[in-house]
């Protein structure tokens, strides 16, 4: 079985040969007695853990773990430090990422558990983010089947989920979310209005205002995605963010009222990207938006309807992101037309 890669650094020879004979025996160990050295060979190598000391010359154990962090985010970091001031030790952790400090002087043995404990965390990320493809690889036929079925009902909607999970993704990358936490959000914008299926089409094409007896009936989707996809156990995190896509900010959204921060992240999310699309896609009773309008019309809701520093994040990825889907659509409607002409 292969062992787990630790880089260990620290200036201080004695030390840096402690730390080595304490984790040698399990794991695959290399030294480094500078942060520059250890930044030459992180250059070709990767590790599951960098453990480093607090106080180096040339730069110190939090700089240098922020710089790892830029370019392996998905390592475990350890710092061993000598300070005991908790803000000093917050802001270290906050700035760098890490995942624990060790307090100097140290136990071996508790140094061990430490690694040990971070070693865990790593692999039950990994397995969570290879669950996430599994479900993706599993439910692409099924969600693929879905998505036509949705757009067969209401051809307005066409394209609609792939692009709001398009767009919902952009910005988890953009806040730099973890992997797992990108694909529930991808899932959650694919599938975020299959309850769609269960409201009638004489509601969903109608060209007139809805009365209000029509309009609850549209909310009603919110129940019917989650009783559509409660029995898959596997999509729990993402049945959650569909469940609250449609709240507000400032607690008047359907169908629980929440506000803020209790409203999960990526429900928060995919409530911008839903409403943009549907601002800029042509419907039965009215053209759409341009991006630049739709876009406007978000901001005037900042605060209110959406989270103001979410919506700055779509303010940012909006350009890029709208030129690739464009892009996409055009080569598409090229395909289609090559397979009609041959046809």
């Known amino acids: 079985m292969q062992k787990y890669k630790i880089l260990v650094v620290d200036d201080e020879l004695d030390n840096l040969a402690l730390l080595y004979r304490t984790l040698r025996s399990n794991y695959d160990v290399t030294k480094a007695s500078s942060p520059l050295e250890a930044l030459e060979i992180l250059k070709n190598e990767k590790f599951e853990v960098i453990l480093s000391d607090h106080k180096m010359p040339d730069m110190d154990g939090v700089e240098f773990l922020k710089k790892t962090e830029e370019i392996y985010p998905d390592t475990m970091r350890l710092l061993v430090t000598a300070y005991s001031d908790a803000k000093i030790l917050i802001d270290a952790i906050n700035y760098a990422k890490i995942y624990r400090y060790i307090k100097k002087p140290y136990v071996p043995d508790e140094l061990s558990l430490i690694v040990q404990a971070s070693l865990d965390y790593y692999q039950l990320r990994t397995d969570n983010e290879n669950l996430i493809c599994d479900l993706k690889e599993l439910f692409a036929g099924t969600i693929k089947a879905i998505i036509e079925a949705l757009d067969a009902k209401d051809s307005y909607t066409l394209g609609r989920s792939r692009r709001v999970a398009f767009y919902s993704t952009k910005m988890a990358d953009y806040l730099k979310f973890p992997p797992t936490e990108s694909g529930k959000i991808e899932l959650a914008g694919l599938l975020h209005d299959i309850g769609m299926i269960g409201v009638a089409e004489n509601i969903l094409n109608k060209t007139q205002q809805l009365s209000d007896e ?109 030129k690739e889907i464009e892009e996409y659509e055009i080569s598409v409607e090229k395909e289609q037309e090559a397979i009609e002409a041959v046809e």
Not at 218 to 245: A, N, P, T
Not at 261 to 278: H, K, L, Q, V
């Open 214 to 322: 029509e309009y609850e009936e549209i909310k009603k989707h919110v129940y019917h995605s989650v009783r559509i996809l409660e029995d898959i156990k596997q999509l729990e995190d993402v049945i959650e963010i569909i469940k609250y896509h449609h709240e507000h900010f400032d607690g008047n959204g359907y169908p629980y009222r929440l506000k803020g921060e209790e409203i999960p992240i990526g429900s928060r999310i995919i409530a911008i990207t839903d409403a943009f699309d549907g601002m800029v896609s042509n419907r039965a009773y009215r053209g759409g938006m341009g991006n630049e309008e739709a876009m406007q019309a978000l901001e005037q809701r900042s605060g209110t309807q959406f989270d103001p520093n979410l919506i700055k994040v779509f303010r940012e990825i909006l350009p890029a992101a709208s």
